[in-house]
Nanobody
């Protein structure tokens, strides 16, 4: 199972990039998915999460400025970011809880994408 995050880059304050995270490989299903971000010297922090039924949660720091969504048919999650601020500069990581079947046994593990850098600067 691999998660590929993309869509980062350099944006100006107030910009609106959209991040994507696509899962590939052999698996049965994906339940919870989420976006996290990390800056140098700091711990990775939650940005937003979404369940398979599309129930969402947001960090206070981004609520109202970002929207998390997913396309279950494409095994892809998105993060639409708006009104970006310099303090949103970070490496953004995606995470997914992936269930695989091994015979009659189902196992669920968390997988992380490689991260995509978003730099907000004028």
């Amino acid at each position: 199972v691999q998660l590929q995050a993309y869509g980062g880059g350099a944006v100006q304050p107030g910009g609106s990039p959209r991040l994507s995270c696509a899962a590939s490989g052999t698996f049965f299903s994906i339940s919870d998915m989420g976006w996290y971000r990390q800056t140098p010297g700091n711990q990775r922090e939650l940005v937003a999460t979404i369940t398979r039924l599309r129930s969402t949660k947001y960090a206070d720091s981004v609520r109202g400025r970002v929207t998390i969504s997913r396309d279950n048919a494409k095994n892809t999650m998105y993060l639409q970011m708006n009104s970006l601020k310099p303090e949103d500069t970070a490496v953004y990581y995606c995470k997914a809880a992936v269930t695989r079947l091994r015979g009659s046994i189902a196992t669920t593990d968390d997988y992380w994408g490689q991260g995509t850098l978003v730099t907000v600067s004028s």
